[in-house]
């Protein structure tokens, strides 16, 4: 330990403290080793593993309508975007051809999808900086995505709705108006949390110039989704490589070239109005058709190597399959935004202080299944 | 975009990657086997000519685009750092985003698949490293080339044993440090814990 002798009355040293894995502002079972002097960290190691399923072991056992329910339990939070990585790949590897109906569900869910996941993520910043009041404000137009959800896929949080093929079941005929509805709330919403947060004076004095990453060391890192878009890298997927019923809809890429936690935080708030663009533009051309194709009950796909990229809530998640041609993948691994985020985090927290790592944290938007496939 | 020096869009297909990192690692061999066809220039023996220049690799990487939707390249260990140097260094190729890196247990042998892209002229590539060393399997370090390489090797490490040379923390990531075995393997054996059907 590094020992220095500050006036030569007073001895400053470096210790080691345990952040988690118990600890509510690691937003789950995160363990960091901090090296700490006073208040200034040294260094930020994380510990992780504590709920490892070993996802992509148990991959290797089933087929791949099976696998669709365990990439659920990754991000539980966009539940619905893991699914659809999974079933795109099966189909493009099968080339399936997909009704229009469903790339255009499919692509109005996971924009609510992403709204939900952001609404959480905005509460609990909130909570991470000592405003209790968003919390209860993010989830309760959670709430209303959350029921749109329940009255067409049957479940709230993970949803399987997607099957490789097209989806479980058809839309409620209450969808749509639900939808609509929920838009025009959440438009008159998203302005009051500016007014709440965003332009708080002690909010914006905790997030400006707090964990600044440039844009050289977010591609080093990996960075994707909101962090990687904070340090003005353009890499949304959904523009880069589109899929599903996006190349067919207008959406601006929400960057931001500042780099702090409070680029961040602003391209989280921009990317909730451009998704409630991307379902207004699709809602009321909800294609006639089917909302599946036949696939064979046992699915093979054919021998070589697939890989699929999706923009999930919290960046790019990708999806390698290396088939033999038999009904189990020989090898899958989910690529998974949430690892490449946390790498970044001892990067950008060095030097500052514990409460501002916490707020920095929240900016990543950690969800610790995902990292602990 | 303001920060970074502002690269032309610059989109290579696959074959002129492969020309391009092809010719980085010009194969000894190839050389000699030209000069030996080239001697007995003959009318008669042009159907042989055709099928030699085939049979030998100009380059000491593989390439083959069968089977996925990327360029794979396959190199020997020795040369995966200096590939990767070039790759991420090269103003053409420009890999600077390592999007996925994964370990494979290919049966007899243990690899490592780095899926890399270029953010500035959009093109991807996927690289391939093997060893048939079950026991004592290293590859060198990428993570001085991308930072996000050090938390995906160590994954690699924890799941399939492969060791990295010049790794600045290489230890476990997500198993205990009493863990035995590789369980991403495909000869793990965990009678209690697996369920296999």
Known sequence: METTTVNNNFKSEEYFINMGPQHPATHGVLRLLLTIDGEIIKKVEPDLGYIHRSIEKMCERDSYQQIVHLTDRMDYLSSHINNEAVCLTVENALQLEIPDRVKVIRTIIGELTRIASHCLWWGVMGMDVGALTTYFYGFRDREMINDIFEETCGARLTMNYNIPGGLMYDIHPNFVQRTKDFVKHFKTKIPEYDKLLTGNVIFQKRMKGVGILTKEDAISFGASGPVGRGSGYSCDVRKHHPYSALDKVTFNEALKTEGDSLARYEVRIMEMWESLSIIEQLIDNIPEGDYKVATNAVIKLPKGEYYQRVEAARGELGVYVISTGTKNPYRLKFRSPGLSNLSLLNHISVGGKIGDLVATMATLDIVVPDIDR | ?197
């Open chain 2, 1 to 197: 975009m303001d920060s970074m020096k502002v690269y032309k869009l610059m989109t290579m297909t696959n074959e002129a990657l492969q020309n391009l990192i092809g010719g980085w690692f010009p194969n000894p061999e190839a050389d000699k086997v030209s000069e030996v066809v080239d001697v007995p220039e003959t009318e008669e023996g042009s159907e042989k000519e055709v099928k030699a220049p085939e049979l030998v690799n100009p380059s000491l990487l593989e390439f083959t685009e069968e089977g996925s939707q990327f360029l794979n390249i396959t190199v020997q260990p020795e040369q995966l750092h200096e590939l990767m140097s070039l790759l991420r260094e090269n103003s053409e190729t420009n890999f600077d985003y390592l999007f996925c890196l994964s370990g494979v247990d290919w049966g007899k042998e243990l690899g490592v698949v780095y899926h890399l892209e270029s953010t500035n002229h959009r093109h991807s590539i996927v690289v391939k490293v093997n060893t048939a060393d079950r026991e004592n399997p290293t590859f060198d370090t990428v993570c001085n080339i991308w930072e996000t390489a050090e938390f995906h090797e160590r994954e690699v490490f924890d799941f399939f044993g492969v060791k990295f040379n010049n790794h600045p923390n290489l230890k476990y990531l997500f198993l205990t440090e009493d863990w035995e075995g590789y369980p991403l393997r495909k000869d793990y054996v965990d009678e209690i814990n697996m369920v296999i059907k």
